[in-house]
């Protein structure tokens, strides 16, 4: 199995940053992907980035120019640097693991974007 622990979630004002942080307790180098989501009050879990073992990324469309995705493998841990907050980017934040076919969640950080 793969624990996640997430952290770094919390209120900030429009066009601030939020950096998140997702610590995975295997290597990082055999986890085949790695993925922030997100869900907001209403609405589908949706991806937000995500990291492949290889280091290749991927991005949501609307976050793509906001948001970085990165890693530290001397610390198996994940991040989600996050650019230019707005109030829509409100939500439960997630962190993902694939490790040997199977899937594993984080339990979740809040990012609440509002003046």
């Known amino acids: 199995q793969v624990q996640l622990v997430e952290s770094g979630g919390g209120l900030v004002q429009p066009g601030g940053s939020l950096r998140l942080s997702c610590a995975a307790s295997?290597?990082?180098?055999?986890?085949?992907?790695m993925g922030w989501y997100r869900q907001a009050p209403g609405k589908q879990r949706e991806l937000v980035a995500a990291i492949a073992s290889g280091g290749s990324t991927d991005y949501a469309d609307s976050m793509k120019d906001r948001f970085i995705i990165f890693r530290d493998n001397a610390k198996n841990t994940v991040y989600l640097e996050m650019n230019n907050l707005k109030p829509e980017d409100t939500a439960v934040y997630y962190c993902?693991?694939?490790?040997?076919?199977?899937?594993?969640w984080g339990q979740g950080t809040q990012v609440t974007v509002s003046s």
């Open positions: 295997k290597r990082l180098s055999s986890i085949n992907y």
């Open positions: 993902k693991a694939t490790w040997l076919q199977h899937a594993y």
